[in-house]
Structure formats: C-alpha cells, structure tokens
C-alpha cells in the first residue's frame, strides 16, 4: 500500500500527469487563438504545439528544472545527495536524482523495458509475416508496427547508451560525479516524455513511413506521424546535452596521472561516440522540425509541388542517422575491448590504434551518408565518392578486430557469461560487417535496396555492435552495482538460446532479400519460395525474445539474493573494482592515481592505479 | 537491492569553484558548437533551395535589424567588463540597454519583417512592413525558417539577460565570481554571430527571384 503511494508520487508518475495538463493546455490555447483569428480548423499546429508544452509539463511535474528555477530567482541549491529522507532506497530510481550511478541505473532499466516494448512489436508483425496473405493485422497497423518497432528500438539503444556511459565513466576516470549532475538527470528524464510521445502516435492513426520519415510521404500519414516526429526530435535534447556533460567530465575530471592513452578504453569509445551525438543530432533536429511544420502549417521545404526537394530531407537526416549506428556500435565495440583483456588474462593488443581507430570510425562515419540514397536520384558525381569514403569504414573497423584476434591469441580464456557475449558479439559483427560492404557498392547496392538483405544486415550491426556488447556490460557489471552475482546458468543459458536464435534470424533475413523478399511489406507472393524461411525467422525472433526475459528474470530475482559478491569477481585492473560493491555514494572516498598502463594483464609487477592516501585536510 | 552504498558525508567530495568553472566555459563552448550544426544544416537548406536566387525584401530593414543587433553586442561587452571591475552600475544599465536593442530587433523580425499584425506604412519611400508569407513556397519555408529559429534563440537571450539583470539587482555576482555574466555575454555574442552568416544568405547573396 505504502509502495503505491510512493510510486503515484514519484517523479515518474508527477511528470506523466504534468504532460498531460500541458498538453492539454497547449492545444486549447492555439485552438482558441486560431479560432479567434478566424483560421480555418486544422489541429495539428495545436497538436504540435500541445506536444511540445507537454514535454515541458513533464519535465516541471516530474521535478526536473525545480533547481534551475531556483537559480533564476537567485537562490543557492545545493546538490542533494542521497537516498531521499524516511523512504525506501527504491523509490530513488523512480525520483529525480542526481548520482550518477543513480542515474545510470535509471537508464538502464528504462533502456531494458522500452527494448522489451519494442522487441514485442516485432514479434506480433513477425507472427504477420510467418504465412503470405494477410492474417493477423491490417496493412496501416503493420505499417505502425514496423515503423514502431524502429524508433523504439533506436531510443532503447540510446538510453542503453546512457546506461553504461553514465554508470561506468565517472568510476572509470576517478571522478565523483558528471561535471553537470542536474543536467544529466534532465538528459536522462526529457527523454521519457519523447518515448511517450512516440507510443501516443501509435494511438492517433499510428503512421506508415517507417523511422525514417521520408518527406512527402509524411504529409500523406495520419496524425499520429507527428507526435512520431516530436518524439524522436525531443529525444535529441537527451543526446545532446548528455554527449556534452560527457566530455566535458572526461576533459575536465580525470584522476591524476590519467593521461589520454591511459584512459580505459571505453572511455575513448564513450567520447567518439559523444562527438558524433553533440553534432549530427542538430541536423535531424532541424529535418525533422521541418518536416513538422511543412505539414503543420504549410510551410515549404520537401514537397515538390510547392517547390521543394525531398532529397533534403535525405541529406539532413541520413547525416545524423548514418553516424547514429556508430553512436551505438562505439560504446559497444568499447565494451568488447574492455573485457576482452580481462578474461583472456592478457594486454590490449594495439591499445592506441584501438582508441584512435573509434575517432577515425566517428570521423569517417560523417563523410558516407549519402549510400543511403544511391537509388534516389543521387547525382553521379556524388554516388561514387560516397561509394568509396563507405568502403573505408572498413580501415578502422578492420584494426579493431584484428586487435581483438591479437588480444585473444594464445590467452588463458575463460568463458563466463560475460565472456560468452563478447564473443558472440564479435561473431555477429562479422556477420554484420562483411555484409556492409555488398551494400555500399553501388552496382549491388542497387539489386539488394529497399529488400530484405538490408533488414539482415542492419540487425547483425546492430545486434552485434551494440545488443551482445551490452548484454555483455550488464553481466560484467552486475555485480558491481548490486553487489550480487547474477546465476551463471541462467546466463548460459540465455547466451545459447540468443546467439544461434540470432544467426538464424539474420541469415535467414539476408536470404529472403535476395530472393526478392522487400522490406517493409506487410504482403509477399507465396511464388517467391520464401515462406519457410519467414517461419524460421519467426520462430528465431520468438527464441531471442523468450532468451532476453530469462536475462531480465535472472537479473531481477539475483538482486533479492543474500549472498554477497566477490568484490573483483574478474580479477579486473580498473579502478572501478578496486573499491566496494555497491559503489559508495561519492565513488572514491580516497583519490587514486594512475601509474601504469591499464591493460597490462599477465604481466606481473605492473599496477594500473595506486590508492592515494588521504590528503589531510 | 541497494545499488548505490549509502552514506551522507558529502565533505571532502564538493567540486571546487575553479574546477566547476574550467567545466562549466568548456560546457558552453561545446554546447555553442553543438548548435554551429543547427545553423549550419539552415544554411544548408537555404543554399539546396534557394540557390542562388532570393525573395524580395526591404534592405532598409534588413540592415537596420542587422545594425541593431551587432551595437547591442557592444554594449553586453560593456556590462560584462563591468562587473570584472565591480562597477555594478555600468554593468546593470549595459544589460539593460542590451536587452531593449535585442528586443528591437526581434520587433524588427517578427513584427515588422514577418508582419504577424498585416500593417501597412510606407515612410521616406519604404516599406516598413514585408509582403513575404510563410506558405509563399520555399522562400517563405527558408526564410521564416531561420529567422525563426535565430529569433527563439534572440528572445531566449533577452530572457536570459534580464533574469542576470534582475539577480545583480539584487547584488548578485562579483568581480571574482560573475559565471552568470560570462555565460550570458558568450551567448549572446554567440548568437550575434550567427546571424553575421544568416544576414547576408537572406538578404544579399543572389539575385531576385
Ligand atoms: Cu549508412
């Protein structure tokens, strides 16, 4: 009775309702001017409109801006640290709060829950796709489906993203918070009216344009194609403000003697991936608001017959949503650099050139964006340029695996489930990046655009770049946020249930796109012959999903447990084991020191860090 | 499940103010660069449509909004030297002044440029107010596009300068410790200089359509 009180008062619920008053009172207030004016009845600037007010209901109702508010009437806040007083340590992930871990934490459960949302999504229109014809769903609520499914998913990634940059960089770097505690606590929170606003379009007439919202094709979608387009613009307020606290932490908060090559290497992973974040999210920022008010009010960019150009529409999103895999992909492969050292019991192979191999990564990954449009009336003076700087993404992609054989080469391997996933990352990637290349030739790119091949490889990259890697961090560091091990069976089991389920899902998916099977068709000819693959993809994406609840089951009923962890079950050099598990509120009670190389496993006499003794003061 | 060990001792863990401030410039001057690519991608979009034609506009106003807004820079250098050197008032009358001539010119965009009130006047042979509307194709998009986006970003400045005004009012800030003001002054000349950029892609570049 006590927890339900908690919760309907927690900042989670407070936001939802002040989105709703919001909204509501942004609507009425430009329904009520427009009528004023004598403008004929349109509602989508009120809905726009209300849209927007409502993130900002949320934000107020949820707590979010109390102490900026404070500061605009010159009032001193300072930083509450924390549980809250004469309540359950639990109800601090449903509050605002401004810890990092805290807020790590936040996104990660949130990250898992809207992965699972989405994951369902895929899994009713898979169940569609099982059998020609149509059987279960219309063609507009297949269309919403799959055009869900996407978005979700990406803002499952981001806020994955979050989780691990959030949690572990600040513990990495020796730091005890983010440099903007208040602003990291406003990243992680704007981004749950955004998800909201996403689902709430699937109500409104739900869209067909896929995620990436082609223009004109959004001015002929229903309604609910707008609150697709808010949502996805107010998660960008998340993206940057979060990348810029990031590295402004990682500039301005290292521990002593923490030199750049001395950072751990996901560090420099998190930091490519910022950079990318702090930019290119702008650029989608702004197509997508055109896109808004073209069709809100009239307002002439994309639409031909006003004079417009939907091929910049292309440009302006592609430069953000090409770079965005990588946004995933760095932290993700960072993950896999992390551990690989660790349980093969041996140095990083080519420390550098993994680190500068994620900047050259972000660096190249904004000079391809226009593959995407080799089939949409792309200048040829553009295409092939754009064919041969894609190509070259292989270059650093290409030093990180051969880095990761080196690493693994003649180690002492021991095969948990952290481990487990990694290598099953580093499988999928394969997958996902030989199959790149076939796509980024034009000649072939233009047999395989808009089928099936397309749907097979994006998963593999994305699965294997950033789904395994994560899975991956959450085991490796489960037990240094609860402070219990998770039940390896259970992880075995989850690894051998997900990894083949995976490799035939993603397989599976690249042979029905060549043999002619097109993406994003609720429909296909039972004379294309793939309808039994369709089942086996069906049956494989079920596989994964039943794999990924007993992840969330064993996560969950391990944390009840009495038994206490190992403190550094990995026997890992990074700071981050060196203290007690859970984390101490403020990380580090003494400051410590770098003074070696962080990856130096195997090699003895070689200490990464020294505990500084307590300064007095 | 506690993930976070507990304990209230926060001594010993507070940022110091030297530190806080290194974070706080390097977090603005990102957050301007961050926003570098939100002008850029306008530019863009103005350059893709328009090329290298433009709508027709009154220069006189133009050049009257695009002078106002780079004199009110001066004055927000003013301000802020002045609270360096603890002379409150030049400090508090340069925000002031600053604040009305960006309100001028948003008068100048929204009011007379865009003409959101329809009025006609015609002095010294000008038109005061303009004739472009937002649905006249894509020089209406483009154009109330940018000059809306930098308009939110001009009235989010002004805002910002009276809430620094109002808290020096009240003897807030000091010669040792005036972050409010640097952060203010930056993005206000910040957002001074964009306009450097969007002024001649509106107004000069191209010819007539
Ligand atoms: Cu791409």
Redesign the interface.
């Known amino acids: 009775m006590k927890a339900l009180w908690y919760f309907l008062t927690s900042s989670f619920t407070r936001g939802l309702i002040g989105q709703a008053i919001f909204t509501a009172i942004g609507m009425t207030f430009v329904n009520a001017i427009r009528s004023v004016m004598g403008l004929e009845a349109n509602a989508e600037p009120g809905v726009v409109f209300g849209a927007l007010l409502g993130v900002f209901g949320f934000l107020l109702g949820a707590g979010v801006l109390t102490d900026w508010i404070k500061w605009i009437f010159g009032k001193e806040t300072p930083l509450r640290h924390g549980p809250p007083q004469g309540k359950p340590e639990w109800t601090r992930y449903l509050n605002v709060d401004y810890n990092h871990k805290v807020i790590g934490i936040q996104y990660g459960y949130t990250s898992l829950l809207v992965l699972l949302v989405g994951g369902l999504f895929a899994l009713i229109f898979r169940i569609e796709l099982a059998q020609p014809g149509m059987t279960l769903l219309t063609n507009d609520q297949y269309n919403t489906l799959f055009s869900a499914h996407g978005i979700v998913m990406i803002t499952a990634m981001l806020l994955g993203v979050g989780a691990m940059v959030n949690y572990l960089v600040p513990l990495m770097i020796g730091a005890a918070d983010m440099a903007f505690p208040r602003l990291n606590a406003f990243s992680y929170w704007v981004g749950i009216p955004a998800v909201v606003l996403i689902l709430a379009g699937m109500v409104v007439g739900g869209w067909d344009t896929g995620w990436v919202g082609y223009a004109p094709l959004t001015f002929r979608a229903p309604l609910g194609v707008q609150l697709f387009l808010l949502g996805f613009y107010v998660n960008g307020f998340s993206s940057i403000a979060g990348s810029i606290n990031l590295i402004v932490t990682v500039a301005t908060m290292r521990a002593k003697g923490m030199t750049l090559f001395r950072m751990p290497i996901f560090v420099w992973a998190a930091i490519a991936a910022a950079i990318i974040q702090m930019t290119a999210t702008q650029t989608v920022g702004v197509a997508l608001l055109m896109n808004v008010t073209e069709r809100a009010i009239g307002l002439s960019f994309f639409n031909p017959a006003n004079g417009g150009d939907p091929l910049l529409y292309q440009h302006l999103f592609w430069f953000y949503s090409h770079p965005v895999v990588y946004l995933f992909i760095l932290p993700g492969l960072g993950v896999i650099s992390e551990l690989l050292p660790v349980f093969s019991r041996k140095p990083l192979f080519g420390y550098k050139w993994i680190a500068l191999s994620s900047l050259g990564i972000a660096l190249v990954g904004f000079l391809v964006w226009a593959h995407h449009m080799f089939v949409a009336g792309l200048d040829n003076s553009l295409r092939i340029p754009f064919m041969i700087s894609t190509l070259f993404v292989a270059v650093p992609t290409g030093v990180k695996f051969f880095s990761w054989v080196g690493t693994i080469w003649e180690g002492k391997i021991s095969l948990e489930t952290p481990m487990l996933f990694v290598l099953g990352a580093i499988s999928v990637f394969l997958i996902g990046g030989v199959t790149g290349p076939i796509l980024g030739t034009i000649p072939t790119d233009m047999h395989l655009h808009d089928t099936y091949w397309v749907v097979g490889h994006f998963h593999a990259t994305m699965f294997g770049g950033f789904i395994f890697p994560f899975f991956a961090a959450i085991y490796y560091w489960y037990p240094k946020i609860t402070g219990r091990m998770y039940k390896e069976s259970l992880g075995k089991l989850h690894f051998w249930l997900m990894v083949p389920g995976f490799w035939v899902m993603s397989l599976g998916q690249m042979a029905t796109g060549i043999m002619g099977m097109r993406r994003r068709i609720a429909d296909y000819d039972p004379a294309l012959g793939v309808q039994n693959i369709h089942v086996l993809i069906t049956l494989a994406a079920f596989v994964i999903g039943w794999s990924v609840l007993i992840m969330v089951y064993n996560l969950v009923s391990s944390a009840r447990s009495q038994e206490l962890a190992d403190p550094n079950p990995w026997r890992s050099r990074s700071p981050e084991w060196q203290i007690p598990s859970p984390v101490p509120e403020f990380n580090y009670d003494v400051p410590f020191e770098v003074v070696g190389d962080p990856y130096d496993y195997g090699l003895s006499g070689v200490a990464y860090i020294r505990m500084a003794p307590a300064s007095g003061d | 499940?506690?993930?976070?060990?507990?304990?209230?001792?926060?001594h010993?863990?507070e940022?110091p103010y030297e530190?806080?401030l290194?974070?706080n410039r390097?977090?603005l001057w990102?957050?301007c660069?961050?926003?570098?690519?939100?002008f850029?991608?306008?530019l863009?979009?103005r350059f893709?449509?328009w090329g290298n034609t433009r709508p027709e506009l009154s220069q006189v106003l133009g050049l009257l909004t695009t002078s106002i807004l780079l004199v009110s820079s001066f004055f927000m250098n003013r301000a802020e030297t002045a609270i360096a050197h603890g002379d409150r008032k030049t400090f508090l009358n340069g925000l002031l002044i600053t604040a009305l001539l960006g309100t001028l010119f948003f008068v100048g965009v929204v009011v007379m440029e865009w003409n959101v009130f329809g009025l006609e006047l015609e002095l010294f042979g000008v038109e005061w107010f303009g004739h472009l509307r937002?649905?006249d194709?894509?020089f209406?998009?483009?154009f109330?596009?940018m000059t809306g986006m930098h308009a939110l970003h001009v009235l989010s400045g002004i805002v910002f300068i009276l809430?620094v005004w109002?808290?020096g009012r009240?003897g807030?800030f000091s010669p040792e410790r005036h972050w409010g003001v640097e952060a203010c002054a930056i993005y206000w000349h910040y957002v001074d200089v964009v306009w450097v950029f969007f002024y001649p892609a509106l107004y000069l570049i191209g010819h007539v359509a």
């Open positions: 499940m506690s993930a976070v060990t507990t304990h209230h001792d926060a010993g863990h940022v530190v806080q290194r974070s390097l977090g990102l957050f660069f961050s926003e570098v690519f939100l850029l991608a306008l863009v979009a893709y449509l937002p649905t194709g894509v209406g998009g483009v109330f596009a809430i109002a808290n009240k807030h």
